[in-house]
């Protein structure tokens, strides 16, 4: 292969077709108020790790619905587990089960 | 896909082009990537359809490459403009007809800007007056060459030797078209058919017996984009574009493009070949390219001149295999000869890419 | 025989606002274009928030307003101001001297083809909302009938808050009705993976947002925040939309069976030139022109020229059938003032 000096730059669209939303289905059967974010984004704002680690619920919803579930995985480790977002979040989602019923299905896959 | 709904928006689109009587503005570069494309145009026009259309040897280029690579501000290039104005001024003509898409585009937003802010043409006439003493007027017309084109394509068709068609089967060949960028994308109405289905280009494929395929990526940009590719640190989004549309349209087995602007020809003919180098892959049959023509080149063989005359002989993907499937004959010891008979240099092979 | 009231449109303003005359004790003359009453709504299937057959409710009104004349395929040709009313000549022929005009004129459904990058009219699986209700209706449209059905997306805001396709305002309704036709779908294809492509939920009504929860909870549908911005059609004759998906933000593609536009609220054009005839004119968002738009939605600038329902802006059936009955009485109290 001819050496050019550039390549072609790979594409940042998302593919809505290849998404595998294996991770999401299993999550909704075990957490169904999984699906009731309206990515209001209040988990983000008060969240105590955060602005330090990079965690957003919203952003690991978000992630998981997309079919990124590795992403999702490596931001869940910045969770103090302190609760706050499920204070916050308007439409009573239980965060913080939702978070560790997550960390229990990454668990379960990692034997 | 529905037809008639495209002819529904057509007629929306549909503008005044005066047949006869235009003054000629010729492309910076389309004479070195396409050699005989602007020649032929005047050809068929004049020889062929008896038009009059007049050029200068005093008009230059338009400002265009320079103002959409953020070199000249825009009231440098409304100034270089103003002078082919005023050069069709002094010839008598009222219609302007350029050669280049970007050209077109360029005046289009000029006069559309001139419209809307009268004082900016005002400072320009003064800019032209201090700097070589000349006075314009504003074209009553403005088309772009492949519009003229559209217009006569029934003439051109009445006097075919050959159709875009498989001679041998008698198929149409699967044509697609690709419209620049700065054609109508800015200005709708300024473009035949307007923005999202032109028919400037589709119209000739059409009445010269093809069949236009619309494809995923039909409206996407051909990648050029003149800052994507100027700077080399951007040619992978400038290729990447055109892969992405060679990628859409592979799935149709295209047996031609059509183009009227001049760095998408050259884009998608010349990234046929770095895309076989870097990735392996060719989109044409038995590894060949994808053919890639200008619409002078395409009326050009339609009428039955020599594909050599015509300087496909210039282009990256081989043009063989279309003229066999047209029936166009053509000899393969002229091909790197020059109009003067001498030997003009042969190409060096792709490692992947097919070529005659 | 009280005083001669010309009600413009058949639609849910006109027949609640003519049933509320006739309890108040007029016999109000009504004309409609449609050769039937029930305007938009005669052409719909189910309303939100309880899935209401359209069919009953339009019934319902038309039932209750036989009394009144009612003309079909009729218009009006012209209207004269004379010095205690109107003389108004309607298509038919016939000639009426009132005290009073109530237009009642309704909108007019955004012409989805004239968004071109949506290819409404070019490529084979793409609708309205309107096609679809009239699916629901029939269960004859190519484009479902006997398809295999997959993919379905709901495109918001088509022809609404778009000052390039001229209208800027919201059209209220199409967040709610693309919810629940995207749940409607979603119950006759229950593997069909159904998308909503928005770019604000206005959920303003009454159980509006319970709407939006049962989609997320039961319908599973997907809610994706980004506005679509081209169609086209790949080989199988499916469609292929570019979105952003800004949550994420990042530009997004996905394949879909079929594709339903929202298309929006806008002003009827004949009822600006109808409006014309009595010096109503038209406010800055194209709509008619009240003359206050807090307190007086009902009344104009014209004396004894009444307005409801859509004609001065998007409404839902309650707001248009209450400003209905508000007209009737504004329109009682006039001619009560006037005697």
Not at chain 2, 277 to 282: D, I, L, P, V
Not at chain 3, 14 to 29: F, N, S
């Amino acid at each position: 292969m001819m050496d050019f000096g550039f390549s072609i730059s790979p594409s940042s669209t998302m593919n809505l077709d290849k998404v595998d939303l294996t991770l999401y289905d299993r999550l909704c059967s075990i957490e169904p108020d999984a699906r009731k974010c309206m990515a209001c984004g209040s988990c983000s704002a008060t969240c105590t790790a955060g602005p330090w680690t990079g965690m957003s619920v919203r952003k690991v919803l978000l992630d998981i619905q997309r079919g990124k579930d590795k992403e999702a995985a490596a931001m869940l480790k910045g969770c103090m587990l302190c609760g706050k977002c499920t204070m916050v979040c308007p439409r009573g989602i239980n965060t913080r089960h939702l978070i560790l019923s997550l960390c229990r299905i990454y668990g379960e896959d990692a034997k | 896909m529905i037809y008639q709904g495209k002819q529904k928006i057509w007629s929306d689109y549909q503008k005044e082009i005066p047949d006869n009587h235009w003054f000629y503005v010729r492309s910076c570069i389309r004479q070195s990537f396409f050699p005989a494309s602007e020649r032929y145009f005047l050809n068929i026009c004049r020889d062929l359809l008896g038009k009059d259309i007049y050029e200068t040897e005093h008009h230059t280029t338009c400002g265009g490459i320079a103002y959409h690579s953020d070199t000249i501000p825009q009231e440098t290039a409304m100034t270089i403009v103003a002078r082919q104005f005023a050069l069709m001024k002094e010839a008598g003509y009222k219609n302007l007809v350029t050669s280049c898409i970007t050209s077109f585009g360029n005046y289009t937003e000029i006069l559309e800007t001139w419209r809307e802010f009268p004082e900016l043409e005002a400072r320009i006439r003064e800019n032209l007056w201090k700097a070589c003493r000349r006075e314009f007027d504003k074209p009553e017309y403005l088309a772009h060459a492949s519009d003229l084109v559209y217009k006569f394509r029934h003439e051109i068709a009445s006097k075919a030797k050959y159709n875009l068609v498989d001679h041998m089967t008698g198929e149409p060949l699967r044509v697609v078209e690709h419209i620049g960028c700065h054609y109508s994308k800015m200005f709708p109405h300024k473009g035949v058919g307007g923005a999202e289905y032109p028919c400037v280009l589709s119209g000739m494929v059409d009445s010269w017996g093809g069949q236009v395929i619309d494809y995923p990526e039909r409206r996407h940009c051909c990648g050029f984009g003149f800052r994507q590719y100027l700077v080399k640190a951007n040619r992978g989004y400038s290729i990447a574009n055109t892969h992405k549309k060679f990628e859409s349209m592979e799935p149709y087995h295209p047996d031609m493009i059509i183009t009227n602007c001049p760095g998408c020809p050259y884009f998608l003919d010349r990234w046929q070949y770095v895309i076989s180098e870097m990735e392996g892959k060719t989109y044409g049959r038995n590894g060949y390219g994808i053919p890639v023509f200008t619409y002078e080149e395409v009326a050009g063989l339609v009428l039955g001149f020599d594909p050599w005359d015509l300087g496909l002989q210039m282009h990256q993907v081989a043009v063989e295999p279309l003229l066999e499937k047209m029936g166009v004959p053509y000899n393969p010891k002229t091909k790197y000869l020059g109009l003067n008979g001498k030997e003009i240099m042969k190409p060096g092979l792709p490692t992947v890419l097919k070529c005659c | 025989m009280k005083d001669n009231i010309v009600i413009v449109g058949g639609g849910i303003a006109g027949m609640e606002a003519a049933r509320q005359l006739l309890l108040l004790g007029y016999k109000p003359i009504l004309v409609e274009k449609s050769d039937h009453l029930g305007g938009h709504v005669a052409d719909w299937h189910c309303l939100f928030p309880d899935m209401t057959p359209a069919q009953d409710v339009v019934k319902g009104l038309v039932e209750q307003i036989k009394d009144a004349n009612i003309f079909l395929e009729t218009e009006v040709s012209f209207i004269n101001r004379m010095k205690m009313g109107y003389n108004v000549m309607f298509s038919n022929g016939v000639n009426v001297i009132c005290k009073a005009i109530l237009l009642a004129t309704g909108f007019d459904l955004f012409e989805a083809s004239r968004k071109e990058e949506y290819g409404y009219g070019i490529y084979d699986q793409v609708m309205t909302n309107r096609d679809l209700e009239r699916w629901f209706n029939t269960g004859d449209d190519k484009r479902i009938t006997g398809k295999d059905i997959k993919k379905i997306g709901f495109v918001h805001c088509v022809g609404s808050r778009d000052v390039k396709a001229g209208n800027q305002q919201c059209s209220k309704v199409c967040c709610i009705t693309a919810i629940k036709q995207a749940m409607e779908m979603k119950e006759r294809f229950p593997d069909a993976e159904v998308y909503c492509f928005y770019m604000d939920l206005r959920l303003f009504g009454k159980k509006y947002e319970d709407f939006y929860i049962k989609a997320q909870m039961e319908s599973g549908v997907h809610f994706i925040r980004g506005r679509v911005s081209e169609v086209s059609e790949n080989m199988q004759g499916q469609v292929i939309i570019k979105t952003e998906d800004t949550l994420s933000g990042k530009p997004a593609k996905i394949t879909l069976d079929l594709l339903v536009l929202m298309a929006g609220i806008v002003c009827n054009k004949q009822a600006v030139q109808t409006a014309s005839m009595v010096q109503v004119q038209t406010d800055s968002d194209g709509f008619l022109k009240s003359k206050d738009n807090i307190l007086n939605i009902i009344e104009t600038g014209s004396k004894g020229v009444f307005l409801a329902g859509t004609a001065t802006g998007a409404k839902t059936i309650p707001e248009t059938a209450a400003e209905a009955r508000a007209a009737a009485l504004a329109i009682h109290n006039y001619l009560v003032a006037q005697s």
